[in-house]
């Protein structure tokens, strides 16, 4: 069965450290993984995606995403932290076939403290 | 600019009174779907259209429906709100269901059963 699980609930990090955002998958052939982020009482907001290619994936408000198939993972990382980054993060994994669904994650919730 | 929109933003109910939500898009893509998000927890699919053809997640209860008249609109139908049925509803489309289509939120509808 295919999943993604998001290990901490909660990330704390101060404003101009570099953050970090954990997700593995589970699935059966080529992963397709994307990265969300949602703030309060709005909808999901598209970050970045990774097909195939490059390992490191470039998306949008500085944030890149590290594919490793390996270790299953599809981390999120952004070299300096903002304040307004805090929001709710979720990564997603899109099932196999042609349903176009995808799969989410729990989510993480980033706290970036001035 | 091209995008998803939800009507209305917020949205009180009575139990078992009938309730509909509305979502529409300027980006002309093919597939709509239906997630609902409780209490910041991974959005859930409930169904999807892919053009005109209505695709029903197995486990979604059948107080659940869905109406697509055009390309634009999909609405989704609540034939008798439970308290359960409180939470953000996200209306999200993507041109094909292929596994490299990024799905484009709105920015939801919060439901409220009284």
């Known amino acids: 069965a295919q999943s993604v699980a998001q290990p901490e609930d909660q990330v704390n990090v101060a404003e101009g450290n570099p953050l970090t955002v954990k997700c593995t998958y589970s699935v059966s052939g080529n992963p397709y993984l994307f990265w969300y982020v949602q703030y309060p009482n709005r909808g999901l907001q598209f970050l970045l995606k990774y097909i195939t290619g490059d390992n490191l994936v470039k998306g949008s408000y500085g944030f890149e995403a590290e594919f490793n198939k390996s270790q299953t993972s599809f981390h999120l990382k952004k070299p300096s932290a903002l304040v307004s980054d805090s929001a709710l993060y979720f990564c997603a994994v899109r099932v196999t076939g042609n349903t176009g669904k995808l799969i989410f994650g729990q989510g993480t919730t980033l706290q970036v403290k001035p | 600019d091209a995008m998803v929109i939800q009507n209305p933003r917020y949205q009180v109910t009575q139990f078992g009174k009938p309730v509909t939500l509305s979502c529409s898009q300027t980006?002309?893509?093919?597939?709509m779907y239906w997630y609902q998000q409780k209490s910041s927890q991974a959005p859930k699919l409930l169904f999807h259209?892919?053009?005109?053809?209505?695709?029903n997640e197995a486990d979604t209860p059948d107080n659940f429906q869905s109406r697509r008249p055009n390309t634009s609109f999909c609405f989704l139908d609540i034939r008798s709100p439970g308290l359960g049925d409180a939470a953000m509803y996200l209306c999200?489309?993507?041109?094909?269901?292929?596994?490299?289509?990024?799905?484009?939120f709105g920015p939801g509808t919060r439901l409220t059963v009284l």
């Open positions: 259209y892919y053009d005109k053809d209505f695709n």
């Open positions: 999200a489309t993507s041109g094909r269901r292929m596994g490299s289509d990024t799905q484009y």
């Open positions: 980006l002309n893509h093919n597939v």
